[in-house]
């Protein structure tokens, strides 16, 4: 019996990546462990989106090999993409793979192949890859690869190469099939999802409306920029009977002078309004975003005009982290680069911003009756549910008894240690 160990870092496709790992290589004869002392292998997903993450990366290798000297460190993902020349070099990564071809990992170990990396920039097809079981309620479908954008700060294009797209056929029979076995929610998840149909002649719009023929009950996107929903998909999106009033969009700053800096081609005012026909257009929804927090060149005035308009956007919830430097970006040769501590202060700030918005967005909700799938079965001590609302909020439900991966009608009745209670209405 072969034993292996396996994470995934980072992004919601790096994780389901990982789920298709971890099936293929238990087809193949393997089995999953969580003692690192027991693993043959040690299966490391990677990310490589910060600095900090490429560190934790080699701690963690470095650190399986401390716990069982005889494992075998396998690193894939994006950081084992764009430096593999470096990675190669060290004495405790035994397999190294790029991450077209982590898909492949247990034939690889199989034939004791140990150093295949797959020049990303020349791949010209979307990887299809099928996800047969999960253990939750809600599944992923990643339907897009690759991004087009070279913002200054990211490394992510020349770890996933160019926006690559699943065909239509390809999502809506695996839609249809997730339907099939019980699921009643799909997310829709990709490195770059707006920019879905560049490459096919298509427009992001034209899936949306293949979805909504689907027999899944609801689905959620993945992070969208904000020009990728355009008008048309907004009011497309009202009328939905599927889509979840939940939006994630990547921002990275409420500045403009710092968005241009980052490369982004949009401006603060546009966004704050489409967020605006968002909140008043859709039935309470949920808006989070990305902010990164002391980008290189950043001023006082930059990071306070930063502030006032997050504070006066109608945002959920802010997603907020200090900016790291990433080796061979652009923004890592930027002048003006922020010590750590004034990085940390203003990602708190932001946070705090993030806090009071979340905390007001919560209580809008008591009293509305939402729909929720149940995602957890009753609690052995207190015997409560847990499920999450089309609007993304979990909620504990206490008059449950056994409705697990079923939709149900809930109150939201209160909140109590940030907690959100409610109860099905029978």
Not at 22 to 42: Q, S, V
Not at 132 to 156: A, E, F, H, P, V
Not at 176 to 190: I, S
Not at 255 to 275: A, H, P, V, W
């Amino acid at each position: 019996m072969t034993n292996f160990f396996l994470k995934s870092m980072g992004c919601k496709s790096n994780q389901f990546e990982g789920q298709i790992i971890e099936e293929k290589l238990i087809n193949k004869g393997f089995t999953r462990t969580n003692d690192i002392k027991k693993a043959d292998y040690y299966i490391l997903n990677s990310c490589t989106v910060t600095h900090k993450s490429d560190s934790e990366t080699l701690y963690l290798l470095r650190n399986a090999k401390h716990i069982n000297p005889a494992v075998k460190n396998v690193l894939t993902g994006c950081m084992a993409q764009v430096d593999k020349e470096e990675l190669e070099k060290l004495d405790y990564i035994d397999y190294l793979f790029g991450n077209d071809d982590k898909f492949n990992i247990a034939d690889y170990i199989e034939n004791n192949e140990r150093l295949i990396v797959t020049d990303i920039m020349g791949v010209n097809y979307f990887n299809q890859q099928i996800l047969n079981d999960t253990t939750k309620t809600r599944i992923s479908l990643k339907i897009q690869d690759g991004c087009d954008n070279r913002c200054s700060y990211c490394i992510i294009p020349f770890a996933r190469g160019k926006s690559r797209s699943a065909d239509e056929k390809f999502i809506l029979d695996e839609i249809n099939k997730y339907a099939g076995e019980g699921y009643k929610e799909v997310v829709l998840t990709g490195i770059h999802i707006g920019q879905w149909g560049l490459d096919i002649n298509k427009k992001f719009i034209d899936l949306l409306k293949l979805i909504e023929t689907s027999s899944i009950h609801r689905y959620r996107l993945g992070s969208l920029n904000p020009t990728e929903i355009p008008p048309e998909v907004l009011e497309f999106l009202k009328t939905s009977n599927k889509f979840c009033p939940h939006f994630h969009l990547s921002l990275q700053s409420a500045s403009d002078k710092t968005l241009r800096r980052m490369n982004r081609f949009y401006k603060t005012k546009d966004y704050l309004e489409q967020i605006e026909y968002i909140s008043e257009n859709f039935n309470k929804p949920f808006i989070g975003c990305d902010i990164i927090a002391g980008f290189a060149g950043e001023t006082d005035e930059d990071f306070e005009e930063t502030v006032k308009n997050l504070k006066q956007s109608k945002l959920t919830k802010i997603h907020t982290f200090p900016y790291s430097i990433r080796k061979g970006t652009k923004a890592e040769s930027m002048e003006g680069h922020l010590s750590d501590k004034i990085k940390e202060e203003r990602a708190s700030i932001i946070k705090q911003i993030s806090t009071a918005k979340m905390n007001e967005f919560l209580n809008n909700n008591i009293g509305d009756i939402r729909e929720v799938l149940i995602e957890k079965r009753p609690d052995k001590r207190s015997g409560h549910l847990k499920g999450v609302t089309d609007n993304y909020i979990t909620v504990i439900i206490e008059n449950g008894t056994d409705e697990f991966n079923t939709l149900q009608n809930v109150s939201i009745d209160r909140i109590e240690n940030n907690k959100v209670f409610g109860t099905i209405i029978k």
